[in-house]
């Protein structure tokens, strides 16, 4: 499955908003209706953490200007309002089957 | 709490075999369906999955390392290593390993990773 996120580099502005797209090759709904779509973050110098499972959920102690969103091949991780702690690179994940495929990655920095 | 911290060798040379053991905490193969993944990070570049390994002894491998790569677990000691051999400086990367969650398949916690160079 081929993960394709866009933009690959956004500058945004302390409260404003940001908003990433994923796109996928084939749907990544199972049979049981959910869809198997990952967002993580990785701050510079940090592992990755979850930020939203299953499209639309969010992991533990993900602050809720974090959203996730999306069916099927089209999926998008909004952030209602950017903060100095955002920064670093968001990737999504596909783990509806094996091998997992990352996307490229998204850059976030702050204007 | 799930804890999970990955050790091993900084430097290889090429063709040699590179080994990082993740070790965890907070869960067990033994009594616990879940899984290990391991995803790799050439400098600057993006993730790369490159296995994941569950409870029941099932492992997956990414196609492009499955001939090289190999990873064993031990319950007993709350281990799982990753092998990868015939190694060239392209396997240069931060190898992280992370705990899979059942219900998802996401990687719900991860190690701190060891950057593992070949040279």
């Known amino acids: 499955i081929v993960m394709t996120q866009s933009p690959l580099s956004l500058s945004v502005s302390p409260g404003e908003p940001a908003s990433i797209s994923c796109k996928t090759s084939?749907?990544?709904?199972?049979?049981?209706?959910?869809?198997?779509l990952d967002w993580y973050l990785q701050r510079p110098g940090q592992s990755p953490q979850l930020l939203i499972y299953?499209?639309?959920s969010r992991a533990s102690g993900v602050p809720d200007r974090f959203s996730g969103s999306g069916s099927g091949t089209d999926f998008t991780l909004k952030i209602s309002r950017v903060e100095a702690e955002d920064v670093g690179v968001y990737y999504c994940?596909?783990?509806?089957?094996?091998?997992?495929?990352f996307g490229q990655g998204t850059r976030l920095e702050i204007k | 709490q799930i804890t999970l911290k990955e050790s091993g060798p900084t430097l290889v040379k090429p063709t040699q075999t590179l080994s990082v053991t993740c070790t965890f905490s907070?869960?067990?193969?033994?009594?616990?369906?879940?899984?290990v993944a391991w995803i790799r990070q050439p400098p600057g570049k993006a993730l790369e999955w490159i296995a994941l390994?569950?409870?029941?002894?099932?492992?997956r491998y990414s196609p492009s390392l499955k001939n090289r790569l190999t990873v064993t677990p031990d319950a007993s000691k709350n281990q799982v290593v990753l092998s990868l051999a015939n190694t060239d400086p392209a396997d240069t990367a931060t190898y992280f390993c992370?705990?899979?969650?059942?219900?998802?398949?996401?990687?719900?916690?991860w190690g701190q990773g060891v950057l593992v160079t070949v040279s």
């Open positions: 992370a705990h899979v969650s059942w219900t998802s398949g996401s990687f719900d916690f």
């Open positions: 907070g869960f067990s193969f033994n009594n616990d369906a879940t899984g």
């Open positions: 390994i569950y409870w029941d002894d099932d492992k």
């Open positions: 084939q749907s990544l709904q199972h049979s049981n209706g959910y869809n198997y």
């Open positions: 299953l499209a639309s």
């Open positions: 994940m596909q783990a509806l089957q094996t091998p997992d495929n």
